[in-house]
């Protein structure tokens, strides 16, 4: 087989998975039906993922990934409110383009090792990246536990998941909720900045 080709079948094997998982969750979708849904044969499927549970953790692996995010893109020196915002639409922007995050993440975080494992891992990323944006965003040094505490705070609050039943589902994330949540957050660590 072709590279290509392979590759090709390859990622249209975890797009059917990522789809198939976020509608009948990961124990509810079986091989065949992510076979047929990405048009492979199932013995390709088997050849690139020879469990089902390795097609889900390259899912994880490949496609949950804020590891590769660059805080220095989205930090305005001496705006941490905008930075706050930047990250935060972000991650609100992959969330909206990912079945991976917006469904399987939040549903099988509880039943399967493989995604608790994966979905700490991005957190620590998150952190880290909000931490380092927020810090160089900053008009002067502040205390790293407060700088670390709101970064905390922050990758919370953009990562929450809206309840579906409420009126305000739709509102944790708007624009202007978010950007208030970060005034009070930078707030806060001005605070905490030296006299």
Known sequence: MRDGA??????????????????HGFDGTSTARIARAAEVPKGLLFYYFPAKPEILSALLEERLGADAWDPAA????????????????????????SDVLREIIWHESHTRPEVRAALTRYRHALHNTITRALAASLPAPVDADAVRAAAAAWAATITARPLE????????HDETGLR???????????????A
């Open 180 to 194: 208030a949540i970060a005034r009070l957050l930078v707030a806060g660590l001005q605070a905490a900045l030296p």
């Open 74 to 97: 989205m930090t305005v020196p001496g705006d941490p409110t905008q930075t706050l915002v930047n990250v935060g639409d972000r991650v609100l922007r992959d969330h909206a383009a």
């Open 6 to 23: 392979g590759v090709h079948a390859r990622a249209r094997i975890l797009d059917a998975a990522a789809t198939l998982f976020a509608a």
């Open 165 to 172: 039943a409420s009126d305000d589902a739709g509102r944790l």
